[in-house]
C-alpha cells in the first residue's frame, strides 16, 4: 500500500511540474546498434624511397706536381713565332708575348710533360666502388577512415569513423525536449 501511494505522490509531482512548465530532466545514456556495412575509405599517397647501390668506376689518376716540359718547350716554340713575326723595335714585344702565348699553350697540351717529357702513359687507372643513389616514387593506398552504416531503433545512419567498429557500434542517445505547445481554452 505504501508503494502504491509513493508512486502516485511521483506521478502526481510529475504531472503538476509538466502543467506549470518546467521541463523533465532526464539523462543521456549510450546503447548498441548493430553495423549493416563499413567501407574503407583509400587515399592515394606517395612516401618516396631512397634506393642506393655501389658502382665501380674507372679514373685516370693524375700525377702530382706536374711537369713544366709542356710549358717550357711551347715558351721556346712561342718565342721562335713571335721573334719571326716581330720588326723592329716591336720585335722584343713580339718575342716575349709568342714566349708566354706558347708557355701557356703548351701546358695545356701536356701538364704532366708525358707526351714530351718521355712519361706517355704517366698517369694510372685506378677502380673506385662509389655509392649512388636516387628517390623513386613509392605510391600506397591508405586508409583514412570508414563510411559505417548502422541500425539503430529501425533507422539506418551513415556516419565517417577512424576505424572500424566491428558487428556493433556505441550510440549515444540524448533527449531533446519538444518546445512547448500553447494550449488553446477555446475548445
Known amino acids: 500500500m505504501i508503494k502504491i501511494k509513493d508512486n502516485l505522490v511521483t506521478l502526481a509531482a510529475a504531472s503538476v511540474m509538466a502543467m506549470i512548465g518546467v521541463p523533465a530532466v532526464a539523462a543521456d545514456f549510450t546503447d548498441m ?18 634506393e642506393c647501390w655501389n658502382e665501380t668506376v674507372t679514373y685516370q689518376e693524375q700525377r702530382s706536381g706536374g711537369s713544366p ?27 716575349g708575348v709568342g714566349a ?3 708557355a701557356v699553350v703548351g701546358d695545356k697540351i701536356d701538364p704532366n710533360g708525358g707526351v ?3 712519361n706517355a702513359n704517366a698517369s694510372n687507372p685506378r677502380e673506385q666502388v662509389v655509392q ?18 548502422y541500425r ?3 533507422r539506418d545512419v551513415t556516419v565517417r569513423l577512424p576505424y572500424d567498429p566491428g558487428p556493433n ?9 519538444e518546445p512547448r505547445r500553447p494550449v488553446s481554452y477555446n475548445n
Open 33 to 50: 546498434a548493430t553495423v549493416i556495412a563499413s567501407t574503407p575509405i583509400y587515399e592515394r599517397v606517395n612516401q618516396p624511397k631512397r
Open 69 to 95: 716540359v709542356g710549358a717550357i718547350i711551347g715558351g721556346i716554340a712561342g718565342g721562335v713565332l713571335g721573334n719571326q713575326i716581330g720588326r723592329g723595335s716591336g720585335n722584343a714585344v713580339a718575342t
Open 100 to 102: 708566354v702565348a706558347g
Open 132 to 149: 649512388r643513389c636516387r628517390n623513386v616514387d613509392n605510391w600506397q593506398e591508405v586508409v583514412r577512415g570508414y563510411n559505417v552504416t
Open 116 to 118: 714530351l717529357g718521355g
Open 169 to 177: 557500434v556505441r550510440v549515444s542517445v540524448s533527449i531533446i525536449p
Open 152 to 154: 539503430y531503433n529501425n
